[in-house]
């Protein structure tokens, strides 16, 4: 007896049969089957039942993985705790992405809104708070777009001074100043692509990584630009940003306006542009809310916690 398992990728083949196919070598022994593993087919032969138990060992697998779930290297061990269950299509045919062996899609309808208005339009304004996923799925859809060479590169920028900080009293050359202030979109980019990734793609300029007055005098063109912690973006900087766009080119802006760490008479870009650039069609403005954080279930209670306290002080006149 045979079953042939049809897989959507190689990406996702390479998640289910492991480092090394060790996964596909393992099933082997436990179930005493013979598995050819190629590309996106795995085909298992041997005894009915023994053929059977191996399917349903590898179903199990395929459904953490489309989950999100990293499979560990102990597979047999970790599929036993997973209720079996038909495998279903991430998002029933919503947008989703496929990064290091994890899927990476929307889990809120202001989620889906969003990645679906990063792919129909040139640019995207995305407003909301911390752990709402705007960095993380804009990152997850520039990478997508890179391998599939819709775009050259990826260039990530972000304000350079925040929270109160000023990169002239911080110790060390220009890099080391600028570097913590950059560090949170490293982090989104090694938890898609593995380190070697990112330095090929670095070194080539592929991807970079840079302050916002970098931008300065630039046209950018066949390129995915992500403009984070927009919230600390000035006038001045959001309008020279958004002219900076070439031909061929995505801009997706993201920011928490409740976050705001410019100095004091200083009026934030994002929050401008709301009123601005709202007749523009061809622009789209995403708001994300609590109800959309997928950090760990106390940051949306934090939130709501932070808005009720602003609300009073504004009745109180604090």
Same mark, same amino acid.
């Given at each position: 007896?045979?079953?042939?398992?049809?897989?959507?990728?190689?990406?996702?083949?390479?998640?289910?049969?492991?480092?090394?196919?060790?996964?596909?070598?393992?099933?082997?022994?436990?179930?005493?089957? +013979?598995?050819?593993?190629? &590309?996106?087919?795995?085909?298992?032969?041997?005894?009915?039942?023994?053929?059977?138990?191996?399917? !349903?060992?590898?179903?199990?697998? *395929?459904?953490?993985?489309?989950?999100?779930?990293?499979?560990?290297?102990?597979?047999?061990?970790?599929?036993?705790?997973?209720?079996?269950?038909?495998?279903?299509?991430?998002?029933?045919?919503?947008?989703?992405?496929?990064?290091?062996?994890?899927?990476?899609?929307? !889990?809120?309808? &202001?989620?889906?809104?969003?990645l679906k208005a990063i792919q129909t339009r040139d640019i995207v304004i995305s407003i909301g708070p911390a752990g709402t996923g705007?960095?993380?799925?804009?990152?997850?859809?520039?990478?997508?777009?890179?391998?599939?060479?819709?775009?050259?590169?990826?260039?990530?920028?972000?304000?350079?001074?925040?929270?109160?900080?000023?990169?002239?009293?911080?110790?060390?050359?220009?890099?080391? +100043?600028?570097?913590?202030?950059?560090?949170?979109?490293?982090?989104?980019?090694?938890?898609?692509?593995?380190?070697?990734?990112?330095?090929?793609?670095?070194?080539?300029?592929?991807?970079?990584?840079?302050?916002?007055?970098?931008?300065?005098?630039?046209? *950018?063109?066949?390129?995915?630009?992500?403009?984070?912690?927009?919230?600390?973006?000035?006038?001045? @900087?959001?309008?020279?940003?958004?002219?900076?766009?070439? @031909?061929?080119?995505?801009?997706?802006?993201?920011?928490?306006?409740? @976050?705001?760490?410019?100095?004091?008479?200083?009026?934030?870009?994002?929050?401008?542009? !709301? &009123?601005?650039?709202?007749?523009?069609?061809?622009? @789209?403005?995403?708001?994300? &809310?609590?109800?959309?954080?997928? !950090?760990?279930?106390?940051?949306?209670?934090?939130? +709501?916690?932070?808005?009720?306290?602003?609300?009073?002080?504004?009745?109180?006149?604090?």
């Open positions: 007896m045979q079953k042939i398992i049809k897989l959507r990728s190689n990406e996702e083949a390479s998640a289910l049969y492991g480092n090394l196919d060790q996964n596909v070598r393992q099933a082997e022994k436990d179930y005493h089957v +013979k598995i050819i593993a190629r &590309n996106d087919r795995l085909k298992i032969m041997g005894e009915k039942k023994n053929v059977e138990d191996a399917q !349903r060992f590898f179903g199990r697998l *395929l459904e953490m993985v489309r989950k999100g779930y990293r499979v560990p290297d102990r597979a047999k061990e970790a599929v036993a705790v997973v209720p079996e269950a038909k495998v279903e299509v991430p998002n029933k045919g919503g947008v989703h992405f496929f990064h290091r062996g994890k899927v990476i899609q929307a !889990r809120s309808e &202001n989620q889906q809104a969003y705007k960095t993380y799925l804009a990152m997850a859809a520039a990478i997508e777009a890179l391998k599939k060479k819709h775009v050259a590169r990826i260039i990530l920028t972000r304000p350079a001074v925040e929270a109160g900080e000023n990169l002239g009293f911080l110790p060390g050359d220009l890099a080391a +100043k600028v570097n913590p202030y950059l560090r949170p979109l490293y982090d989104a980019l090694y938890d898609m692509l593995e380190f070697e990734d990112v330095a090929r793609y670095t070194e080539r300029g592929a991807i970079e990584i840079a302050p916002i007055a970098y931008m300065r005098g630039r046209t *950018l063109n066949d390129s995915f630009v992500i403009l984070d912690e927009a919230q600390n973006c000035t006038h001045n @900087q959001m309008k020279m940003f958004l002219t900076r766009l070439g @031909q061929t080119s995505k801009v997706v802006i993201t920011g928490d306006i409740t @976050q705001i760490d410019l100095p004091s008479g200083k009026k934030s870009g994002l929050i401008e542009i !709301r &009123n601005i650039l709202a007749d523009i069609p061809d622009i @789209q403005f995403i708001y994300l &809310n609590e109800t959309d954080v997928v !950090r760990h279930p106390l940051v949306q209670e934090i939130i +709501k916690a932070y808005e009720k306290h602003e609300r009073k002080k504004v009745q109180t006149g604090e």
